[in-house]
């Protein structure tokens, strides 16, 4: 069982960064394959990033790669979301999602441990 926590989100105008943090709760953080996922109104989650246990193995949407990093710190049990040169089309909740296991999957469905979001706003 895992308890996360996100935070960072924020309004930002478009082309800025915001970096979102998700702290995770257990010691098994070490045995949990990470992502981010994100839901705008009206829409379906979408992910957005995926990390591996180690952080040596990492997957981005097409929409976000080149711009959003996803990085983990296992020391501190927390995964990160930075952002960059944010635009609209990025205004969503960002949720935080865990799975036990070592490959990466990118479908909400696989994931059994959610954060509460945290808001992202991008404005133009």
């Known amino acids: 069982q895992v308890q996360l926590v996100e935070s960072g989100g924020g309004l930002v105008q478009a082309g800025g960064s915001l970096r979102l943090s998700c702290a995770a709760s257990?010691?098994?953080?070490?045995?949990?394959?990470m992502a981010w996922f994100r839901q705008a109104p009206g829409k379906q989650r979408a992910f957005v990033a995926a990390?591996?246990?180690?952080?040596?193995?990492?997957k981005y949407a097409d929409s976000v790669k080149g711009r959003f990093t996803i990085s983990r710190d296992n020391a501190k049990n927390t995964v990160y979301l930075q952002m960059n040169n944010l635009e609209p089309e990025d205004t969503a909740v960002y949720f935080c999602?865990?799975?036990?296991?070592?490959?990466?999957?990118?479908?909400?469905?696989?994931?059994?441990?959610w954060g509460q979001g945290t808001q992202v706003t991008v404005s133009s």
């Open positions: 990390i591996t246990v180690s952080g040596g193995s990492t």
């Open positions: 999602a865990a799975r036990a296991g070592y490959l990466l999957k990118l479908v909400a469905d696989e994931y059994a441990f």
């Open positions: 257990g010691r098994t953080f070490v045995s949990y394959q």
